[in-house]
């Protein structure tokens, strides 16, 4: 049973298009993030919610929209696709926000904008 | 700000041989460090994590890293390498900006196992 699972896997779709990527964890965590892996393997966060209220918001355009519904789900949502959009987004949770928080990922999203 | 750097972005090694992954970082407070490990087309997953308990830290699949203070390191090593640890791996240092963690990636080193 996946802990931390996001569909869809693969996603290729064209610019301009608006596109939702969904999580969701099984581990009874309190805080989720989204980060974001480009095609040079850098990976940084872009997003981490605890208890559904926003508490990390990088420096990320605000076409990146996160909603969770409840603390088990975290979904991202982009409007107006760009080509430098393609990249792979990791959903992740921990139990809660603690610096030696053990922080689990999904097994990613793989955008391509075409 | 926190950082770590992880040098050599490519390490090729033989089968059986010892397996050194280099990652520095850089804190102003004693920092809380952690290698991941993705393998092809996978999410991340925890090898081993650092938490200001004992400085030599076991993980899985026989992995471990030592934390050297004064060296500000914190290199994975596996005594034998086998086929099945080819795969990218991630040194991060987790950050705690006004009590939320967020976890601060290497570049990361891409290993190679050969027969």
């Known amino acids: ?114 | 700000a926190q950082s770590v750097t992880q040098l050599g972005s490519h390490v090729s090694v033989s089968e059986g041989a010892l397996v050194l992954l280099r990652c520095n970082y850089s804190s102003s407070v004693p920092p809380y460090l952690f290698w991941y490990v993705q393998y092809p087309n996978q999410g991340l997953q925890l090898l081993l994590k650092y938490t200001s308990a004992a400085t030599l830290v076991k993980g899985i699949n026989g992995f471990e890293a030592e934390f050297k203070k004064s060296e500000t390191s914190f290199h994975l090593t596996k005594p034998s390498a086998h086929m099945s640890d080819a795969a990218e791996y991630f040194c991060a240092v987790s950050e705690n900006p006004g009590g939320y963690n967020k976890l601060i990636f290497g570049a990361g080193t891409r290993l190679a196992v050969h027969p």
């Open chain 1, 1 to 114: 049973d996946t802990a931390v699972s996001q569909t869809p896997k693969y996603l290729v779709t064209q610019m301009g298009n608006d596109k939702s990527i969904k999580c969701e964890q099984n581990l009874g965590h309190d805080t989720m993030y989204w980060y974001k892996q480009d095609s040079k393997k850098f990976l940084k966060i872009m997003f981490s919610y605890n208890n559904k209220e926003l508490i990390i918001n990088e420096t990320v355009p605000n076409r990146f929209s996160p909603k969770s519904p409840d603390k088990a789900h975290l979904n991202l949502h982009i409007n107006s696709l760009e080509l430098g959009d393609s990249a792979v987004y990791f959903c992740a949770s921990s139990q809660d926000r603690g610096q030696a928080d053990t922080i689990y990922f999904g097994e990613g999203s793989w955008l391509t904008v075409v």
